[in-house]
């Protein structure tokens, strides 16, 4: 018999007994979506953090106080140990350095009206949009002048925006209430897209204000962290020994700071991102593995109930390699169905996740996965395909 007239028997058999082939592709739908789900979860993640950085620049560094461990375990000497002044003094430090800018924050409500949402204050000077990576929408953002001036004007993030006024309405010229203080909006900016979670985590639910007015507000007055870009990506290394050079000046250790790259925050946050990624995609598996079992199952009981059958196809001419390669293929044909409806599955939960996170369904995750099924297939339908073959089609012929 030919391999096509061998697949349609396959076909007919898996459809006679439609409720136990679903219920025996289960097991494989289950992984193969997980599978999509959580490596597109993963991708996404990264394409997102990897977007960000490279819209920051690969000449800017970041200054964090205390000492950041990447090992695990939390900063040690979280509380700054420089202030602005030294910020300011830092970007006057001359080649490679161009310019610096620090900035504090804190979670805070935001009310205008009856109206309220809990968001961030975050505190910057006027060159905040060379390093932030945002733009503006509407309106201006506030200049050197309304820095030092403390002027009580602010520039909001679009969730702000929509949550206290709504899409289409006019928030420019508004004035918001932060912790009793009224500012007035002077910008509202462009909406960005892959927060995690949709919470406070960007630019969507921050209140920009110049820096000596949020200082006021929240009490702060040391920086959270501060940026210093370089002329060229070159500068980089350069910049950061000046940097460490000052700080010894002031007697601060290495675990009072740290300096980070860009490139080298990036290239940590994607590998813990690819470990976490594979790891859940590994418990994920373990569904293809259980559903490999099933088909396997299945499989020796539909040889059992099937032993005349085999013994009448024998009778009438059918070789060892026609039961062998209709039961294989029968197996086969269940995994790369279950592998198929669980790509399915997965591709659909992933683009409605993207609503939420950034999400990215790859080609090779889903030849992976689809690829995977049909093994498991092979492998769980191998030990039944042979036995079915080895039965004496006499014996097979006398089974009740």
Known sequence: ???????????????????????????????VAAVILLVSIGTGLQRFVTKEFEALGSNVLLVSPGRVNFGGGPPQNVEAKFDFADVTRIGELGYPITKAAGM??????????????YGNV??????????????????IFFSKNAVERRQSIAVIGNKIYTELFGEGRVALGKSIDIAGEEVKIVGVLEKKGGGIGGGAQDENSY?????????????????????????????????????????????????????????????????????????????????????????????????????????LRKAVGATRRDILLQFLLEAVVLSILGGGIGVAIGGGGAMLLKQFIETAVTPGAVAL????????????????????SRLDPITALRYE
């Open 1 to 31: 018999m030919d391999t096509v007239e061998l697949l349609r028997m396959a076909v007919t058999a898996i459809r006679t007994n439609k409720t136990r082939s679903v219920l025996t592709t289960l097991g494989i739908i289950i992984g």
């Open 104 to 117: 504090i924050s804190k979670g805070a409500t935001v009310k205008y009206r009856a109206k309220s949402y």
């Open 122 to 139: 975050a505190g910057v000077s006027e060159d905040y949009l060379d390093f932030g990576n945002v733009k503006i929408a509407e309106g």
């Open 207 to 311: 209140v920009f204000l110049p820096v000596t007015t949020a200082s006021k507000i929240t009490g702060i007055k040391k920086p959270a962290a501060f940026m210093v870009r370089t002329e060229t990506p070159e500068g980089t290394a350069l910049a950061a020994r000046k940097i460490e050079q000052y700080f010894d000046r002031k007697g601060l250790t290495e675990d009072d700071h740290t300096i980070l790259e860009p490139k080298e925050l990036l290239e940590t946050i994607n590998s813990f991102l690819g470990v976490v990624t594979g790891a859940l995609s590994g418990i994920a598996a373990i569904s293809l593995l259980v559903g490999g079992i099933g088909i396997a199952n299945i499989m020796l009981v539909s040889v059992t109930e099937r032993t005349r059958e085999i013994g």
């Open 369 to 388: 996965a689809f690829g995977v099924s049909a093994g498991v297939g092979i492998v769980a339908g191998l030990a039944p395909a042979v036995r079915a």
